[in-house]
């Protein structure tokens, strides 16, 4: 989306996760992490979405990473703190277990307790962004949008694929509605919506 926005011209390749194409020896040849995204730019290789961020955003300039060191170190924590806490309990302790066949337990007491403890956490981080990030202000980092606006709602995306609405936390909803507005949501966010209106009708457990 970052790069929709800002009209740059890259190469896209997609990864096959369901069919596993990231554990082959190929794509670990590229990253042996065995996880995308990884963004190849002439001989330089990077992986990790918030860094990968930073990096397309330094290269066009873009506002969405402000030069100012305070303004710039509140993004980098926002970010942190999205990569941190919300993504462990909301991505992979909710959403992966339940949408993500290698990632499911195949104890089912092991797997309810996976979940009762991302619904718990996932509470809790939501609480922290729609009271004390988020409050009055439009964007997760004060008035302007930053690259750790695209960087959480693409986490709360997640939620598209096991029906969650964020209601009980209207600064949350209100902002993820607002990165919905922009013009390249959809466009970027086709495939999880094509994957969430093939899900829609499992029962899935949500916050």
Known sequence: MLIADHGMEVEQQVVDLMAGEQNTPAFAAINPNNAVPVLE????????????????????GSPTY???LQARARVNS???WVNT???????????????????????????????????AGSRKWLAVMNDHMLGASEWL????????????????SLGELIGCNFSSWPNVR???ERMQDLPNWNSANAALYAWANHTKCQDYARI
């Open 174 to 176: 209100r902002w993820y």
């Open 78 to 80: 926002a970010m942190d």
């Open 41 to 60: 730019d002439g001989a330089f290789r990077l992986t990790e979405c918030s860094a990968i961020l930073k990096y397309l955003a330094d290269v066009v």
């Open 66 to 68: 402000p030069k100012s």
């Open 85 to 119: 806490g919300l993504y462990r309990a909301f991505g992979y302790n909710l959403c992966y277990p339940q949408v993500l066949p290698h990632m499911k337990w195949s104890d089912a007491t092991a797997q309810s307790l996976v979940l009762a403890a991302g619904q």
């Open 141 to 156: 980092c004060g008035d302007a949008l930053t690259i750790a606006d695209y960087f959480a709602s693409g986490i709360l």
